[in-house]
């Protein structure tokens, strides 16, 4: 990294890709945001795999140094995937000493092939080196690259004899149901027909996609150096692995012996308002394999990677797979009523739809949030970050009261509770998303220590709970504070925490809540309620 920032050094200019500051002790991270935004996008643009913001240098590249810790460096990251769509974040943050000096050189990726990247709603870009609006002609020139899809690709060396005939004899079988009135023709088809007319090869030649999906067993070096590979991974509580297996070519089979491998265990619960206990399985069946088919279709599989599916003896499925995350939002998926319009591997997408495996009208991922939502379960959990798509599913109800409950308040839209399931899992909420709840009278309290609104606590039972987070107010305190000195005469900061941290809202942390208590303090001394003596505070004169 000390080459690589020696050569950001040598440049004449600053130039589209690449931007120096100063940030002696920190930056703004909406500035940081919108400098990400145009970066990523004009390394797009320029094919570049990465732009370069370098922090502790100035202007004219003299390194003057920064003092930025590791923990903002964190928040740096943490910000920047909360608010850019598609949701990315940094590479990486590489940290370089260099004439006694820190400086931070912060490697931003370049913007997905066909997709613009948006901080906070907005594009941005470069002329030279000035950052503005993304220009439109820019942004077309984003929007209509074509996505290359490898799964078309034809391997000249493979012939029909690569693929297994049992995966051919099942994928028919699959395409009668899907083509239920073609049934006679498709009997009459001969196997090189079959696979020309269900779109998984080209005139006879056989393509990337049917090796995946149909190729023998010792045929996956025909995609070398792509892979096939599935692996399973069985984890304990405290995640140590106890089984694994890896699975192959071809998918449209093998995909039934990971399901296999699911351990999926009877839960029970018993329903409000009944005596008998129900009984549902872990995970719905159709869960496992629409993630499991979605990551196939969605992998980018030149990045040579595999796709992973971790299974949690405590109750939770992962999956994951490569490759950025194509539309807009998984919220935006789950809430659409149309389809996506482009895909990774076009040809692989509509073989698995011609084979039963998926859909493409868009309600796979909107049917998994729904599934979980009718058993009360905490909904499906999406990261989409680093370059990778990783969901969680969750197989047993995390709070029974709060979950079941909140789903039975009348009128509660698919919208509310999946951003409600975010206030229960204490992820961060933008600022759109926050307003929302509030106009709804669904949360209350300040970014980013959300909680349940008064009139959800009411309609779900919760009021203690919501009292317990809401906490009590400052004016509560300052009584407190003022009632301690008037029969003590005198009191230290850490009395007073004594006494108020049991007491503040449990959303915020020992932290947050010794800085409201500080707060609060000089609050009251500002007012002329009370004094500080060295570190003893006493009340004013006036107010006794």
Not at 499 to 516: A, C, G, H, S, Y
Request: hydrophobic content about 35%.
């Amino acid at each position: 990294m000390k080459k690589q920032l020696d050569k950001l050094l040598s440049l004449d200019t600053e130039n589209e890709v690449v931007e120096f500051k100063k940030a002696e002790f920190n930056y703004n991270k909406d500035k940081l945001g919108q400098y990400f935004s145009a970066l990523s996008n004009e390394a797009n643009l320029k094919d570049q795999d990465s732009a370069w913001m370098v922090l502790g240098v100035l202007d004219d590249r003299t390194i003057y140094g920064t003092k930025i810790n590791d923990k903002t460096v964190n928040e740096f990251k943490k910000e920047i995937a909360n608010h850019t769509s598609p949701r990315m974040t940094f590479k990486d943050i590489h940290r370089v000493t260099t004439d006694n000096c820190d400086v931070l050189l912060l490697e931003i990726p370049k913007g997905p092939i066909g997709q613009v990247v948006s901080w906070k709603g907005h594009a941005w870009g470069r002329d030279g080196e000035s950052l503005v609006g993304l220009h439109d002609q820019e942004r077309d020139q984003i929007i209509n690259q074509i996505i290359p899809d490898w799964s078309a690709e034809v391997i000249e060396s493979a012939t029909i004899d690569d693929l297994a005939s049992e995966a051919i004899l099942k994928a028919r079988q699959e395409f009668k149901k899907k083509n239920p009135k073609l049934i006679d023709q498709i009997n009459q088809w001969e196997d090189a027909t079959f696979l020309n007319k269900s779109k998984i090869t080209i005139d006879g030649q056989i393509t990337n996609a049917a090796i995946l999906l149909l190729g023998k067993l010792e045929s996956e070096h025909f995609i070398n150096p792509a892979s096939s590979k599935i692996s399973w991974i069985l984890k304990d509580a405290n995640g140590l692995t106890k089984d694994y297996a890896h699975f192959t070519c071809p998918l449209l089979l093998t995909v039934d012996d990971v399901f296999s491998k699911v351990r999926n265990l009877k839960y029970r619960y018993i329903p409000h308002g009944s005596l008998f206990p129900q009984e549902v399985d872990q995970y719905d069946p159709y869960l496992i394999r629409e993630a499991l088919h979605n990551c196939i279709a969605h992998q980018d599989y030149t990045k040579n990677g595999k796709i992973n599916f971790v299974e949690k003896e405590d109750g939770e499925l992962i999956f994951s797979n490569l490759g950025e995350f194509i539309p807009k939002s998984v919220e935006h998926v789950v809430m659409s009523d149309t389809p996506e319009e482009r895909y990774r591997n076009t040809m692989l997408a509509n073989a698995m739809v011609s084979y039963g495996m998926i859909d493409t009208v868009g309600s796979g991922i909107k049917r998994m949030f729904l599934i979980q939502k009718s058993k009360f379960f905490p909904l499906p959990e999406y990261d989409t970050t680093e370059g990778r798509v990783q969901v969680n599913i969750v197989g047993r109800i995390l709070d029974m009261n709060y979950a079941k409950k909140l789903a039975e308040i009348p009128d509660l839209s698919l919208k509310d509770i999946i951003l409600l399931d975010k206030v229960a899992k204490k992820k961060l909420l933008t600022i759109e998303e926050a307003n929302y709840l509030k106009e709804n009278k669904l949360i209350e309290g300040r970014r980013p220590n959300y909680h349940i609104s008064s009139e959800v606590a009411l309609a779900i039972g919760e009021q203690g709970k919501y009292m317990k987070q809401r906490g009590i107010d400052n004016e509560y305190c300052k009584k407190i504070i003022i009632e301690y000195l008037n029969r003590f005469g005198e009191g230290q900061r850490s009395s007073f925490e004594q006494i108020l941290l049991p007491k503040l809202p449990e959303v915020l942390n020992r932290d947050q809540k010794k800085t409201k208590i500080k707060n609060i303090l000089q609050t009251m001394r500002k007012d002329g309620v009370i004094t500080l003596e060295g570190r003893t505070w006493k009340l004013s004169k006036s107010s006794k």
